[in-house]
């Protein structure tokens, strides 16, 4: 439909006819309702309509992917990193992430649409709200919906779809391809495990319509062991964090413009700090020196020369004694997601969808220190490694590390 031109470059100042303006007003009416129209079919298509949304629901914009069958799809499996009935037994949000991009990696690889699980698993620990929510009597339908979150409400599926075609497992497009593929059987779809990426290049696959292959519910990670080839790596670590859902950005985004000028700190402790006793009993920790080196007295030493005084200090942590870092306010203007509960109370559900928040506000911050290496050039509030079998002895004093 075209525009008149007249309708697209107004002349004010001329007189109007009631025939005209009245045409002018139809002709609107009719574009508002074309485009509404077009916009429903994308949405119908794209199979989002009539998904059950879980927490927040989805308010989309912008340009839409359309799914049909004459893509090629991908699956994987209903759930990452979940081998339990239950959430209890899941990965946390990082790992999970790592093994959702292992998936998104070969989906770009073989030129297929992702099918990803429309929930993502919160194992309790990580998930204080969820344990809160949990009556003993819950069914286990119930206890899955409050120990797992809607995908939807911590990714926004049309940004993801942007650089790896992806729809949902809960999506009208979905059961259409199932519906066709059980049709089509065995000319339609493969099912087939622990073969390698490789493989599933080979022809005698390219032409299905779907591929179904059944990743290690212990850790999808598995799948991807080429890993140590780093030029087999498509989507860097920041992918999945900046594909946050439209409405966690929108958070992150207003708490970033309020703190301005600003530096950030990630202080991982909480689960990191578990220790075990050994044979003789004595206490030993994964991390030998994490529970000195995330201490106040011992951030602001180590962080010293990276962020000068007076700097406006954003610090995202699981340690959950209230004040802990209250120590550091005497050099810096301390800023924690707390401060901003007005912003975040009304649309957070559950942590994952906090830390997701946290993650977008640390990614601009002008220095951030995290707690540990990912590569040579982070600065770091420990030497202990992340990648670690060995149990240690805790390390509490201050004089061990110093000159190294
Ligand atoms: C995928 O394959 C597994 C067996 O490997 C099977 O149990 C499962 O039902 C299949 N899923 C679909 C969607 O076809
Ligand atoms: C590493 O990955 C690249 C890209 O996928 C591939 O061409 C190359 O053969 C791989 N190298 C090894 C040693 O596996
Ligand atoms: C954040 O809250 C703490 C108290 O919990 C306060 O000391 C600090 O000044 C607040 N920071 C900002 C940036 O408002």
Redesign the pocket.
């Known amino acids: 439909m075209a525009i008149p031109k007249h309708l697209a470059k107004p002349k004010p100042r001329t007189p109007r006819s009631p025939a005209f303006l009245l045409g002018v007003a139809i002709t609107l009416i009719a574009i508002v309702f074309l485009v509404s129209s077009l916009n429903y079919a994308s949405l119908t298509a794209s199979g989002i309509v009539g998904k059950i949304s879980g927490i927040g629901g989805g308010r989309y914009g912008g340009a839409r992917r359309r799914h049909s069958l004459n893509d090629k799809y991908l699956?994987w499996?209903n759930r990452i990193d979940c081998p339990g009935k239950h959430c209890d037994s899941c990965e946390g949000l990082g790992h999970q992430e790592s093994s959702l991009r292992c998936a998104l990696e070969e989906a770009m690889v073989l030129r297929r649409t992702f099918v990803m699980p429309s929930r993502m698993c919160i194992n309790p620990i990580h998930n204080k709200k969820g344990i809160l929510h949990e009556a003993d009597s819950a069914s286990s339908e119930e206890r899955w919906a409050a120990s797992s979150c809607a995908m939807d409400s911590l990714y926004d599926i049309d940004l993801i779809s942007n650089t790896v075609p992806v729809i949902l497992d809960n999506s009208k497009m979905w059961h259409k391809v199932?519906a066709t593929?059980m049709k089509l059987g065995v000319r339609g779809?493969a099912?087939?495990?622990g073969i390698s990426r490789d493989d599933l290049k080979e022809t005698q696959y390219s032409n299905l319509l779907?591929i179904?292959r059944?990743a290690s519910p212990l850790s999808w990670f598995i799948e991807c062991k080429d890993r140590k080839n780093r030029s087999a790596i498509m989507l860097p670590y920041s992918f999945l964090p900046s594909m946050a859902a439209r409405e966690i950005r929108t958070a992150a985004n207003k708490i970033i413009a309020r703190l301005g000028d600003y530096d950030a700190i990630h202080v991982r402790r909480g689960d990191r700090l578990k220790t075990r006793k050994d044979g003789s009993g004595v206490e030993r920790s994964l991390f030998p020196h994490l529970d000195r080196d995330t201490r106040p007295e011992f951030i602001l030493k180590r962080i010293e020369k990276w962020v000068p005084p007076g700097r406006t200090l954003f610090i995202a942590s699981n340690e959950r004694t209230p004040g802990f870092f209250a120590p550091m306010s005497l050099r810096y203007r301390m800023a924690y997601s707390s401060n901003f509960s007005e912003i975040l109370d009304p649309m957070i559900q559950n942590n994952y969808q906090l830390f997701m928040v946290e993650r977008l506000i640390m990614m601009k911050a002008k220095t951030f220190i995290r707690t540990f290496k990912e590569d040579a050039t982070d600065l770091t509030l420990t030497d202990d490694p992340k990648n670690t079998k060995i149990w240690q002895i805790p390390v509490y004093t201050m004089d061990e590390t110093e000159g190294n």
């Open positions: 699956y499996g199932l593929a779809v099912h087939v495990q779907l179904n059944t």
